[in-house]
């Protein structure tokens, strides 16, 4: 039995979808970013940050 594999178009969603992702990493370019080292407690404040992004995954990826 032979299969067919599906191509599925960009609805108006996906297509609004992809251009927010692009406004964003627009938008992160301008943004100053913030410098770690300027706190007292930069490892722990990475380590935090990851158990977070670990904990709860961002929508993006």
Known sequence: ????????????EDIILDEIKL????????????DLNDYIHPQR??????????KYPPLSQ
């Open 1 to 12: 039995m032979a299969t067919k594999t599906q191509t599925r178009s960009k609805t108006k």
């Open 23 to 34: 406004l964003r990493e627009q938008v992160l370019l301008l943004l100053p970013q913030e």
């Open 45 to 54: 404040i990475k380590k935090t940050y990851a158990k977070a992004i670990k």
